[in-house]
């Protein structure tokens, strides 16, 4: 089996900073991208950051400036630090893991976590 956990989601004032954070585990042989989604009530879910194992990385228009993906391959993590939040940003927030796990088929869809709620308050 595979975990996708994330944390580090809160209540933020407009121009406020936050972390994510996303954490895989189980049978792991390799993790390839990892990335962050987001859904906003009433609206489609979205990819805000995505970055492979090499490092190389790719934003959503909308947070680009604003928002860095890192991860550490040695921990199976990835995070997201989130500046210069505005209202727009307050989403659930998802991260998807695509991973090879010993014993296990491969899914194409990734492993994906229970979401972290992103509230920016005007």
């Known amino acids: 089996q595979v975990q996708v956990v994330e944390s580090g989601g809160g209540l933020v004032q407009a121009g406020g900073s936050l972390r994510l954070s996303c954490a895989a585990s189980?049978?792991?042989?390799?993790?390839?991208?990892m990335g962050w989604h987001r859904q906003a009530p009433g609206k489609q879910r979205e990819l805000v950051a995505v970055?492979?194992?090499?490092?190389?990385?790719n934003y959503a228009d909308s947070v680009k400036g604003r928002f860095t993906i890192s991860r550490n391959n040695a921990k199976n993590t990835v995070y997201l630090q989130m500046n210069s939040l505005k209202p727009d940003d307050t989403a659930v927030y998802y991260c998807n893991a695509d991973v090879r796990a010993y014993g296990l088929q491969y899914k194409e869809s990734g492993y994906w976590g229970q979401g972290t709620q992103v509230t920016v308050s005007s």
């Open positions: 189980g049978s792991i042989l390799r993790i390839n991208a």
């Open positions: 970055i492979n194992s090499g490092g190389s990385t």
